[in-house]
């Protein structure tokens, strides 16, 4: 016991000098105003304020602080020589430009336009701001704690005013993002290993009301009664069972993790509508589970979704356009098939690109001395990796891909790219002067593979 309370105090300095010392780095190329626009959009974006205060709905807080932000980001990148964009925005910015070239062969032009210019072409913008501005662990766990708390305070309030929607499953007591009990429950899978991340990473009170929050997050995923958030959080409570209990050597963890599941689950199954739903996963219509041949009607649609996607290969029927193949105005509830089937073949192969790169981020991560030797670095990389998983698997049964969480999670690998490409200062007073004018992605340094040292 005492050594391992001395292996977490080694561990806590460790990182607290190393954060320090790679601060001074990052801090000569940080862009404050555009920081600030970008924390203040994910503020009014998570938690909107409108919703509650109804005269602030006629005012577009978060669009401005976005707009504001990207215009600050693009006139302080026109005054440097030499501008690196990371390759999964590069990806996410033609796949935008595929979309709008659909936009005119689209079913309905003016829908089209709306879902593009109006949600799609948010999570570039804000996934380019987040990879080009966030040069700190500090800068990018507050983006985190805004996203993280809000998950969880939205899914609290929901659980205690009992939000329920008309078939019995909860919804969140916003009006937009997490509003859907299918949107809340993805968003809750996504948050989850990063909420554990932070009861890993905090102590002694903050370490109660994290761990309060992670237990209300998995009633709220159970509450939604979404076959798609449970797959996706039994994902990744796999993959943090092995990142943060077997391979971080957590032994407590693993076991608590395995009990509490097994009590939630089986509090889950207790109840018969629970239950049903669950075994309408692979059985269909099972009376009781509130399904109405929903399974067999999903079947129905991925085929036509597929089929849409074939006869219609280079640009599709239009974004947002899927609906409108037929009077049941029904999205394709798999988001790689929608993609392909409303902006055709290379939007579908660009956002597995897109994805692919991220992953590739998270590769590079791991290989970074920055993620050996920084513990809070590493929790956040194996959270960012478990969501990603999570949100694949459950994106194989909603359509997500216009939701914006999704690049917010490519923005922060891209981020987590460009703090560890920053070399540490040495012990020299002059080290951090001498090399102000060089660097990649706006930092100061480049970091020497591990391997060539």
Not at 214 to 228: E, W, Y
Not at 322 to 344: C, I, Q, R
Not at 416 to 421: K, L
Request: charge should be positive.
């Amino acid at each position: 016991m005492i050594a391992m309370e001395n292996e977490r105090a080694n561990s806590r300095a460790s990182s607290t000098g190393w954060m320090k010392r790679a601060g001074q780095v990052a801090s000569l190329k940080r862009r404050p105003f555009v920081f600030g626009a970008l924390v203040t959009f994910f503020a009014l974006y998570y938690y909107r304020p409108e919703d509650f205060i109804k005269p602030l709905g006629y005012l577009p807080m978060a669009r401005v602080a976005g707009l504001l932000g990207f215009g600050a980001l693009i006139a302080s990148m026109m005054g440097e020589k030499k501008v690196k964009v990371p390759p999964a925005i590069k990806i996410l910015w033609l796949l935008l430009f595929q979309m709008m070239l659909c936009i005119p062969f689209a079913l309905w032009p003016g829908g089209a336009a709306a879902t593009v210019i109006g949600k799609f072409s948010k999570g570039v913008v804000v996934a380019m701001l987040i990879s080009m501005v966030v040069v700190t662990v500090g800068e990018l766990r507050k983006l985190l704690w805004i996203q993280v708390s809000a998950v969880a305070l939205v899914t609290f309030f929901s659980i205690a005013l009992r939000h329920y929607n008309e078939g019995g499953r909860l919804s969140g007591i916003q009006e937009s993002i997490l509003s859907n009990p299918n949107d809340l429950a993805i968003n809750i899978a996504i948050s989850f290993p990063l909420c554990l991340a932070f009861i890993l990473n905090s102590r002694g009170f903050k370490k109660a009301i994290w761990t309060a929050a992670l237990a209300f997050m998995a009633l709220g995923v159970v509450l939604t009664a979404s076959r798609s958030g449970l797959l996706a959080l039994v994902l990744i409570i796999m993959i943090c069972v092995w990142e943060y209990g077997i391979k971080g050597k957590r032994r407590s963890l693993v076991v608590i993790t395995i009990a509490i599941s097994m009590l939630g689950f089986g509090l889950a199954l207790s109840s018969s509508y629970y239950r049903a739903r669950v075994e309408s996963i692979f059985m269909g219509n099972v009376e009781g589970s509130g399904d109405k041949g929903s399974l067999e009607a999903r079947k129905q649609l991925l085929v036509k979704s597929a089929m849409t996607a074939l006869t219609h290969p280079l640009f599709g029927v239009g974004p947002g356009c899927f609906p409108l193949m037929d009077s049941t105005w029904k999205v394709a509830h798999n988001a790689y098939t929608e993609v392909a089937a409303e902006a055709g073949f290379p939007a579908l192969i660009l956002f597995l690109m897109a994805m692919g790169a991220a992953f590739k981020n998270i590769a590079q991560i791991r290989k970074s001395e920055r993620y050996q030797r920084d513990p809070e670095f590493r929790l956040i990389t194996q959270a960012l990796w478990a969501g990603l998983y999570g949100y694949l698997a459950g994106s194989c049964f909603a359509s997500t891909e216009y939701n914006l969480y999704p690049y917010f999670v490519i923005g922060y690998t891209c981020a987590m790219v460009r703090i560890v490409e920053q070399e540490l200062p040495s012990s020299e007073p002059n080290s951090v002067e001498n090399g102000i004018h060089k660097g990649i992605y706006g930092s100061a340094l480049r970091t020497k593979p591990i391997a060539s040292r």
